[in-house]
């Protein structure tokens, strides 16, 4: 929406985007300037009459927002103003910032918008899924001048144009999600419900796998001796949510916990490889030093941590932390947090 006077000259932009996020949740919405050629003000316009300082008032409607902040990020982040002055009140916030043009020149692109800040807006908790907040500008108590003072654009003056803009709220992700096998044959996911969810896309692999109707879901279609990567996603009534953590579940059944022997190594190294397979990495390098009637070698699990924690990066999954890093003595335990770090 363009508020003010048409006017047969140029206009620089002063606008509000859009953002989103869930009830209660924080929506970023950016700020920008479009500095257009031929205008009083402008990196075109010579010495003295750059864009320097902005003013401006952004309306919201409180039974949705509950707050609305404003932090100076893109191009005028690393500046340091002469004078910044936030005003908070019911239903509106407003800005005053000023710069100066020796040391401090707003680096603008002209004829191109140009982020300079961003709206924080706190969504009320009762705020419906699907509903927009508009933002409007208050056309009156926005400027943009030189440093001085001395010019200035306006909406009244016909040489200011404003765009409003909004913040939706959006469904919630799933949080928490946990992939765990049920054996060679099924993977068990689950995560924390999200309220005002229809039901849940599940995604196995970056590839769609099923609809959930409720917070957990048994995956029955696998294969043994794989890795599996699932995240999922909420749909409601206001569309589609962004995805949640990613999660992987190697289809394994391993022997017996209580002795370190080869076959633990050994399958160990074929859950980490279907692992780093999941995540688009290569197998782990032959190792002769494995087998019956071979001692077990510190070298050996830490040749596993390395590779799993690879696979786990490359997942986009938080790598692990391990115990005993020198490991000077092999104990039950280390192999333990490996096969808990690919079920």
Request: charged share 10%; proline share 3%; hydrophobic share 45%.
């Amino acid at each position: 929406m363009l508020l003010g006077a048409v006017s047969l000259s140029a206009q620089d932009v002063l606008s509000i985007g859009t953002g989103s996020a869930a009830s209660g949740g924080v929506a970023s919405v950016p700020v920008s300037i479009l500095d257009r050629s031929g205008t009083a003000l402008g990196s075109d316009a010579g010495s003295g009459k750059r864009i320097q300082g902005i003013a401006f008032k952004v309306m919201y409607p409180s039974a949705l927002v509950s707050s609305v902040t404003f932090t100076r990020t893109g191009v005028a982040a690393p500046l340091t103003p002469l004078l910044e002055t936030t005003l908070q009140g019911s239903g509106f916030m407003a800005y005053v910032v000023s710069f100066s043009e020796l040391s401090n020149p707003i680096p603008l692109s002209l004829n191109a918008s140009t982020q300079i800040g961003t709206l924080n807006v706190t969504l009320q908790p009762s705020a419906p899924n699907g509903s927009s907040a508009a933002l409007i500008f208050h056309a009156p108590s926005v400027l943009l001048s030189n440093q001085a003072g001395t010019t200035s654009e306006t909406v009244a003056a016909a040489n200011l144009e404003l765009t409003n803009g909004n913040a939706i709220c959006s469904l919630a992700s799933p949080t928490n999600l946990v992939a765990t096998n049920a054996g060679a044959s099924q993977v068990n996911v689950t995560w924390s419900a999200v309220p005002g969810a229809d039901h849940y896309e599940v995604w196995r692999n970056n590839a769609f796998l099923a609809n959930a109707p409720a917070a957990s879901y048994a995956d029955n279609s696998v294969a043994a001796g794989t890795t599996y990567l699932y995240k999922a996603r909420t749909v409601g009534a206001a569309g589609t949510s962004a995805f949640s953590n990613v999660d992987a579940a190697t289809t394994i059944v391993f022997a017996d916990d209580e002795l370190i022997r080869a076959v633990h190594i050994t399958e160990l190294r074929t859950a980490v490889n279907a692992f780093r397979a999941a995540a688009g990495l290569g197998t782990m390098g032959a190792d002769g030093t494995i087998g019956v009637g071979l001692a077990i070698r510190a070298q050996h699990i830490l040749d596993l941590r390395t590779a799993l924690n690879e696979a786990r990066a490359a997942a986009g999954m938080s790598t692990l932390t391990y115990t005993d890093s020198s490991l000077a003595l092999i104990r039950a335990a280390h192999v333990q947090e490996l096969r808990l770090g690919v079920r």
